[in-house]
């Protein structure tokens, strides 16, 4: 998470490269628009300078963004251990 004055940037980039590059082709393929430009995975932006409330539609697209990166995450470790099986 960066913060900035009035607002919180959202993203992950804590795997190594080969995990990494993985991950990002299966988010291309599955989720193309949680992929961000400078950071690898682009979750969203929140305003820290007002409350948050999931009626509002910037806060709503960030946290499901969030709860469909984590079950993409969730669906590679599990291809993942099922190549690892075999």
């Given at each position: 998470m960066k913060i900035y004055l009035n607002?919180?940037?959202l993203k992950h980039?804590?795997?190594?490269?080969?995990?990494?590059?993985?991950?990002?082709?299966?988010?291309?393929?599955?989720v193309p628009?949680?992929?961000?430009?400078?950071?690898?995975?682009?979750?969203?932006?929140?305003?820290?300078?007002k409350n948050l409330y999931l009626h509002d539609n910037?806060?709503?697209?960030?946290?499901?963004?969030?709860?469909s990166y984590l079950l993409l995450r969730s669906e590679l470790l599990k291809e993942e251990k099922g190549a690892t099986r075999e």
């Open positions: 607002k919180s940037f980039n804590k795997r190594d490269n080969g995990q990494n590059k993985q991950a990002i082709d299966y988010i291309s393929k599955t628009e949680l992929l961000g430009t400078t950071e690898r995975i682009n979750l969203g932006l929140l305003r820290n300078d910037q806060t709503a697209k960030v946290f499901g963004n969030a709860i």
